[in-house]
Each structure stands twice: as structure tokens, then as C-alpha cells.
């Protein structure tokens, strides 16, 4: 999919394309947003991804552009006949002075799947961009299944984050050193926000600057609901986007 910036100053959708098990639907409303952005919603449309399914999100938001991807559904990663993994990637290109916001649902990693994840973001300088990631690690009374994600994040042609992270292990996801046995881990990528970043700590969350600029979020626990709560609470002050004070606040912190 693909936003631009119109000569009014509004965000318009010029190519927006998607098949099951994900549709985006674009919000209609006969009055403009009040920043002048535009939302789509990223909707699950059926269940998956299963094993053996490659999805590719394609994002591209122009110039001066601000875009909100908002999920409406969990995604539910499920195991295949013959026990092949699933693969998800999401490619975004900001330019500059444009905005992104990617705030998916949660995806749940159901016993017996191999799901691999991998967010790669290309932006330019003065592009803004706030992407936040929900891992639910197995249904309800369910043991997880095999998860692996990869981040690779580029600031004006120079790597700012590039992060791996193996969720296979069930003696790793039980260390104090590692989930804690904790069912949700939620990140939230910051890029763009107007004040510095330091360093701080929470119950169960934390918050660590990027070299160069940006910032990553990191919290823990037994439910999404306080996962991104806790997010939000990581966060705080340094969201600097027009849709805090939105109808899509409760994206980032319900």
C-alpha cells in the first residue's frame, strides 16, 4: 500500500492491495481527521498464518504523509500439515517528514507452529515512526509454539536497530533472565520523537534509547491488555504523535 500527502494537506491512499488471511480497509468518514492523517485497518480475514504460508506486507508512505495501520483482530499463527513454518514480513519506506503509525493486534503463536517474523523500515531523515509488536505465547492453558522475529531498522542509509529474538526455547522463556515465564512480550519502536530518550524502568517494562536517535520499549506479561498498558506506560511523554488525542488512542495504550 502506498499513502501520499495531497496539495490540502491530507493523507490519501493512491495503491492499497491485500488478499486473505489480512485485508486492509480504509476508514471512511465524511469528516477529515483533525492532523489530516489518514487510517486503514489491518483486519484479519481468516485464520493463519499457517505453516507453510509467506505473507509480505508492503508499506510506503510519502513525503510529508501521515498514515495509521491499525489492527482490528488477532492474528493466530497456526501449525501446518507437515509441520512447515510460517513466514511474515512487513517492508516500510518513509520519506521524509512522513509519519507511521504500525499498531497491529496481537498475534498468538498456537502450540505446534514455526512462525518467523522479520519488520524491515527503510526511513529518511525527519520520517517519524512508532511500531509496536504483541506476541501472545500459546492460547489459553495451551503451551507455545516455535517463534522467531527479526527487526532491521535504517535511519537516512545507516542501520539504527538490527535485533533478533529466538522465542523456541521453553526453558529460556521460563529464565528470570530471559521472559520470566511471562505469555505476552510487547515492543514498541519509537523513531522521530521530538524529546531525548533516557534510559528508565518500570514494573515490568523498560525503555532504552537508540544509538543515533529513537527508542525501544519492552514489557511483560500474562495478558495483552496489561502488556500494552505497560507499553504505554514505557512510552509515556515521548509520543509526540497528533493521534494521541485521537479516537486511535486507545491503539496504544487501552
Same mark, same amino acid.
Given at each position: 500500500?502506498?499513502?501520499?500527502?495531497?496539495?490540502?494537506?491530507?493523507?490519501?491512499?493512491?495503491?492499497?492491495?491485500?488478499?486473505?488471511?489480512?485485508?486492509?480497509?480504509?476508514?471512511?468518514?465524511?469528516?477529515?481527521?483533525?492532523?489530516?492523517? *489518514?487510517?486503514?485497518?489491518?483486519?484479519?480475514?481468516?485464520?493463519?498464518?499457517?505453516?507453510?504460508?509467506?505473507?509480505?506486507?508492503?508499506?510506503?508512505?510519502?513525503?510529508?504523509?501521515?498514515?495509521?495501520?491499525?489492527?482490528?483482530? *488477532?492474528?493466530?499463527?497456526?501449525?501446518?500439515?507437515?509441520? =512447515?513454518?510460517?513466514?511474515? &514480513?512487513?517492508?516500510?519506506?518513509? =520519506?521524509?517528514?512522513?509519519?507511521?503509525?504500525?499498531?497491529?493486534? +496481537?498475534?498468538?503463536?498456537?502450540?505446534?507452529?514455526?512462525?518467523?517474523? =522479520?519488520?524491515?523500515?527503510?526511513?529518511?531523515?525527519?520520517?517519524?515512526?512508532?511500531?509496536?509488536?504483541?506476541?501472545?505465547?500459546?492460547?489459553?492453558? =495451551?503451551?507455545?509454539?516455535?517463534?522467531?522475529?527479526?527487526?532491521?531498522?535504517?535511519?537516512?542509509?545507516?542501520?539504527?536497530?538490527?535485533?533478533?529474538?529466538?522465542?523456541?526455547?521453553?526453558?529460556?522463556?521460563?529464565?528470570?533472565?530471559?521472559?520470566?515465564?511471562?505469555?505476552?512480550?510487547?515492543?514498541?519502536?519509537?523513531?522521530?520523537?521530538?524529546?531525548?530518550?533516557?534510559?528508565?524502568?518500570?514494573?515490568?517494562?523498560?525503555?532504552?534509547?537508540?544509538?543515533?536517535?529513537? *527508542?525501544?520499549?519492552?514489557?511483560?506479561?500474562?495478558?495483552?491488555?496489561?502488556?500494552?498498558?505497560?507499553?504505554?506506560?514505557?512510552?509515556?511523554?515521548?509520543?509526540?504523535?497528533?493521534?494521541?488525542? &485521537?479516537? +486511535?488512542?486507545?491503539?496504544?495504550?487501552?
Amino acid at each position: 500500500m502506498s499513502a501520499e500527502r495531497a496539495a490540502d494537506g491530507r493523507t490519501t491512499i493512491r495503491e492499497l492491495r491485500s488478499e486473505s488471511p489480512t485485508r486492509l480497509i480504509p476508514r471512511r468518514s465524511a469528516v477529515p481527521s483533525r492532523d489530516g492523517s *489518514a487510517t486503514v485497518r489491518v483486519v484479519a480475514s481468516a485464520a493463519g498464518p499457517l505453516g507453510g504460508d509467506v505473507l509480505d506486507l508492503r508499506v510506503r508512505v510519502g513525503a510529508g504523509a501521515h498514515l495509521r495501520l491499525i489492527g482490528t483482530g *488477532a492474528t493466530l499463527a497456526l501449525p501446518g500439515p507437515g509441520g =512447515e513454518p510460517s513466514h511474515s &514480513t512487513v517492508r516500510i519506506e518513509v =520519506e521524509p517528514d512522513g509519519v507511521l503509525e504500525y499498531l497491529p493486534d +496481537e498475534t498468538i503463536v498456537c502450540a505446534g507452529a514455526d512462525h518467523h517474523t =522479520e519488520l524491515r523500515a527503510d526511513l529518511a531523515e525527519g520520517s517519524r515512526l512508532l511500531a509496536r509488536e504483541l506476541l501472545v505465547l500459546g492460547r489459553h492453558a =495451551e503451551a507455545p509454539g516455535g517463534l522467531t522475529t527479526a527487526t532491521h531498522v535504517v535511519l537516512s542509509g545507516t542501520p539504527l536497530l538490527r535485533q533478533t529474538l529466538d522465542l523456541t526455547n521453553p526453558r529460556m522463556l521460563s529464565s528470570a533472565g530471559y521472559l520470566a515465564g511471562a505469555k505476552v512480550l510487547a515492543t514498541g519502536l519509537l523513531v522521530g520523537a521530538k524529546d531525548p530518550v533516557a534510559t528508565s524502568t518500570g514494573p515490568w517494562w523498560s525503555l532504552t534509547p537508540l544509538a543515533g536517535s529513537g *527508542a525501544l520499549a519492552t514489557a511483560l506479561a500474562d495478558d495483552p491488555a496489561t502488556a500494552t498498558a505497560r507499553l504505554a506506560a514505557a512510552l509515556g511523554d515521548h509520543l509526540s504523535f497528533p493521534a494521541r488525542h &485521537t479516537e +486511535e488512542t486507545a491503539a496504544t495504550g487501552r
